[in-house]
């Protein structure tokens, strides 16, 4: 009698012991707390990021867009005047920059409009250049008033300049038109060489229309074959 009162005993306590055996079956309807990387907006740490640009596991890198928290990331040192610059993966910044000192702002535009300047036809009346009967060749003799040209633009990086091409009456009208403007090429290609920006030099030909001295002999003649420069200055 004894020994069948322990027996049940025993199965007794054996099915309490069962039933408080962890991993044991939920209830039906039970609701399952979700893992950390299922929930909405949270970062999934089973299966973390490599640390890098644009990555949440590296907080506030250069090319992220949001921290673990979703904000925007902080802006590093980006300065007052600067300009997105969105070429990269991440929206860095750009500093715009002032142009270096002495640098001709109005002449980085593209060509000049001549109507926009003011002639000085004084400045440089004592260099004209001289040339040889039917040539557009700046002789060695007449660098010199190059160099003074030259010297004086580049002192003055907000002057421009017009070579007029000159030529004596021998010759047809178009010839000398065409003379005329070989020569006022020459003296721009001569300008240019020595480190002036051609796009600040006009050129234009007036052939034989407008002669220095008037007169049929060679003292004449030598000096109407001339380039004249014209002193340009912003109105």
């Known amino acids: 009698m004894k020994s069948s009162f322990l027996a049940r ?10 039933s408080v055996t962890p991993g044991c079956s939920r209830k039906a309807g039970t609701p399952i707390t979700p893992l950390p990387s299922a929930r909405a907006g949270g970062p999934n740490i089973d299966n973390p990021k490599p640390v890098g640009p644009g990555n ?4 506030n890198t250069p090319g992220g ?22 070429a990269g993966a991440g929206n860095t910044t750009e500093a715009v920059k002032p142009p270096p000192p002495g640098e001709n702002v109005a002449l980085a535009d593209g060509p000049l409009d001549r109507s926009k300047f003011n002639e000085n036809r004084s400045q440089f009346a004592a ?18 008033k190059i160099t003074a040209i030259v010297d004086f633009l580049k002192s003055n990086a907000n002057a421009a300049l017009e070579v007029e091409g000159h030529c004596d009456e021998r010759g047809t009208e178009e010839y ?30 007036y052939g034989e229309d407008r002669p220095a001295v008037n007169g049929h002999d060679e003292a004449a003649y030598s000096k109407n074959r001339r380039g004249e420069s014209v002193l340009l200055t912003p109105r």
Request: aromatic letters at 4%; hydrophobic letters at 45%; proline letters at 2%.
């Open 9 to 18: 005993l025993l199965v007794l306590a054996a099915a309490l012991a069962i």
């Open 56 to 59: 949440l596991a590296g907080g």
């Open 65 to 86: 867009n949001t921290d673990r928290s979703g904000r925007l990331p902080a802006d590093n040192g980006a300065r007052a005047t600067d300009v997105t610059n969105n």
């Open 127 to 144: 260099d004209i250049i001289f040339f040889d009967f039917d040539s557009a060749v700046v002789k060695s003799s007449e660098k010199t």
């Open 176 to 205: 000398n038109r065409s003379l005329g403007e070989r020569r006022a090429l020459a003296v721009r290609e001569e300008l240019a060489q020595a480190g002036i920006d051609p796009k600040r030099i006009f050129t234009i030909s």
